[in-house]
């Protein structure tokens, strides 16, 4: 293969260099293309200590730095919604692939968890417990418009006192609305 062709392919493969205000242009409106983004919701978790299902209402910030991909948020279930007997927070890294009417994302990482629960004797005592563990997500969602949507998050955590696997209902808010297109955008990458 000649020189020249060598490197175009390699050209074709690389990465365009990181420039943090990348845009796109998507129904006349201006779009990051490195955006973070807020989801929130609720879902319906199995735990091997428990014997109901646990309800669970969560929030999650989404946040990148440079091309990485990070997670932070917490958790609350109980055996109804708003009521609690476990609390999480949980901090990962993770991969997103984001499409004009789609977003895709998974995360793994630490938790931080404070619960309670009651003994098993005669005499209801209850049992504290807290610790650090693992969880791993993932969440897909459809866009309603390019940065409004609505998704599921299958989240599994694992720790030494219970394990945890559930579903979420998410709400999706992306910060990558930056207004109108006009005539000139400098960093503009693509129309969708």
Do not use: W
Request: include cysteine.
């Amino acid at each position: 293969m000649p020189v020249e062709a060598q490197l175009t392919e390699t050209n074709r493969n690389a990465k365009p260099p990181y420039n943090r205000k990348e845009e796109i242009i998507h129904n006349a409106k201006r779009y990051r293309v490195y955006n973070n983004y807020l989801t929130l919701g609720g879902g319906f978790f199995y735990s091997n200590i428990r014997s109901d299902l646990q309800q669970a209402i969560c929030i999650d910030y989404q946040f990148h730095i440079r091309r990485q991909q990070f997670q932070i948020g917490v958790m609350m279930s109980g055996d109804e919604f708003r009521s609690n007997n476990n609390i999480q927070a949980h901090v990962g890294y993770g991969y997103r692939q984001e499409k004009r009417k789609s977003n895709l994302a998974v995360f793994g990482g630490l938790t931080y968890y404070n619960g309670v629960v009651g003994s098993k004797d005669s005499i209801p005592i209850p049992i504290l417990y807290d610790g650090f563990g693992g969880y791993l997500s993932f969440q897909a969602i459809r866009k309603l418009t390019y940065d409004l949507g609505v998704g599921l998050e299958f989240m599994a955590e694992v720790t030494p006192q219970q394990n945890m696997l559930g579903i979420k209902f998410i709400a999706f808010f992306s910060g990558a609305y930056r207004g109108s297109a006009r005539n000139y955008n400098p960093n503009v990458r693509k129309k969708q």
